[in-house]
Structures are given as structure tokens and as C-alpha cells.
């Protein structure tokens, strides 16, 4: 892993074991030598930035602060913003109407947050190839979302599946998309002529792979049409950055942006860190905290 990439998706609160284990030991307070472990772990591996992807207990928030020992530029959303009945309480908070929205939007802003993380669709549904858990988003919605962050200066992070939901969170104008599995074609032409940068997270299927929680004939055609994804992106000049998803199951802080970056190589098997390189810096210029 060269010193220069950054970890563009990670969640210091996970550990890459036991996600519940994880967040206990933080619920009474926050827990620095957790949160302490795991930025180790990053400059252990050279590496110098890390964008969160929020949390509900303020603890991606603490590491910010704690990240200047470690010679860490730390980016968070301090919470992920999801719609009440729809995937994301694991991250964040929830919301009614727009108007609650634009609430949560200053409260985030208000307590620091370098950007907005918004959660438009579900997970992938592993028991239905091609499905994503949950209702995505309508496109009007998704795309009042992100002008009311836009309206507040804040770049948007958006947690998005799919073809429908990674399809309207493009028009809607968001700065990047996280994960965008199961997508087809035409979408990724739409990301090529976005300036939404594209995090794909392989790692999180792809370190599922001989674990046993999941069947080989399941995990096998998602990481095949996940790497097809990333040819067609390279071919298009889709704008791509690396993010492992780093606290996920079987996705360790440092460790898993090393396994980001060489399931690049093995799905390209060329030279790709410039592309990448270019795809992070736009992630560093746009998810920035907005001048006051």
C-alpha cells in the first residue's frame, strides 16, 4: 500500500468483528482507547486520511479530535441521516418530513461535521441476487436532500445501491456514492459524465469469501458483477476512490484499504493509482469542512 491513498469509507465505531460487541463499548461513554486502536492501526499502515461514514454515538466525532496524534487528516458526518422506516439507524439518526431533515442538517453542521451523510436504499439482499433490502428513496426526495445540504455548504456522502437508487442519487447531484452495487451499465455511463466520485467498498463481499457465513454460490456472482462494474468505470473514466468499509465484518482498520486497493489490481491488472489518486483528491477537496 503506497502512502498516499487515503481510507475514503470507514466506521471507527465497527471493529471487523462483532458490530454490537463493538458499539457496547461505547454506549455508557466513549471508549478513546478503542477509537485509539484502530488509528494505530492506520498509521501503522502510512496512512494519513480517513473519511468516516458517522455514527450514532458521537464516536467518529471523538476520533476526529484524537486523529492529530496520529498525523491523521480525519473527515466525519459526525452522524449518517437516514429517513424513519429505512435503513440507517445503524449509523445515524432519522428524520419525518424535509423539514426534520434540514434540522438534522444543522445539528450535524452545528457539532462539526465536515460533510452530510445521507442513506438512500438498503443493503445488498444476499438471499436475492440483484435485490436491495428495503424501499429505496424516492428521486424527489434524494434530491431535496442534497440541495438542502448543498444550501448549507456541505458536500453530500450518499449510502446508495442499485440501479433506481444510485441512478437518482447521480441527478440529484451527490459528491459520492458508497457501495453502488448491482449496477448496470447505463448507470455507470450517468456516474462517468457526474462529478460524483464512485467508493465501490469490494472488500466487504470479498472478504466474505471462505468465512462460511454466507454460501460460495452466493458471494461469487456479486464479487464477479462487482468486478465487471469497476472494468466498465476504468473504460468510462468514471471518477473512483478507494474505501474499504474498514470496521464491517472481516474489514479491519489499515488492513482493509490494503485489500481495497489490491482487489483494484487483481480486477485491472494495471496500473491504476493515478486514477485513483485523482478520484481521493476530489474526495479531500469536496468533503471538506465549509469555511464559516
Known sequence: MRKMFGECHAH??????????????????????AIRRHLKAYQKFGITFVRDGGDALGVSARAKELALEYGIDYRTPVFAIHKNGHYGSIVGKGFEDMKEYDTLVKEAKSQGADFIKIMTTGLLDFNDHGQITGTP?????????????????????SHTNGVYGVQAAVEAGVDSVEHGNFIDEETIR????????????????????????????????????????VRLAYRYKVKMALGSDAGAYR???GKGLAEEYQAFRDILGEEVDSWLEDGEKK???????PES
Open 137 to 157: 428513496l424516492e428521486r424527489n426526495e434524494v434530491r431535496e436532500m442534497v440541495h438542502i445540504a448543498h444550501e448549507e455548504g456541505m458536500a453530500v456522502m
Open 190 to 229: 450517468m456516474l462517468a459524465d457526474s462529478d460524483t466520485v464512485w467508493v465501490p467498498t469490494l472488500v466487504t463481499v470479498r472478504n466474505l469469501q471462505g468465512c462460511g457465513r454466507y454460501e460460495e454460490s452466493v458471494l461469487d456472482p456479486i464479487v464477479e458483477q462487482a468486478a465487471k462494474n
Open 12 to 33: 471507527v465505531i465497527m471493529d471487523g468483528l462483532n458490530y454490537k460487541e463493538a458499539i457496547s463499548i461505547h454506549k455508557e461513554h466513549i471508549n478513546d482507547d
Open 283 to 289: 474526495i479531500q477537496a469536496t468533503f471538506r469542512r
Open 251 to 253: 474489514v479491519f482498520h
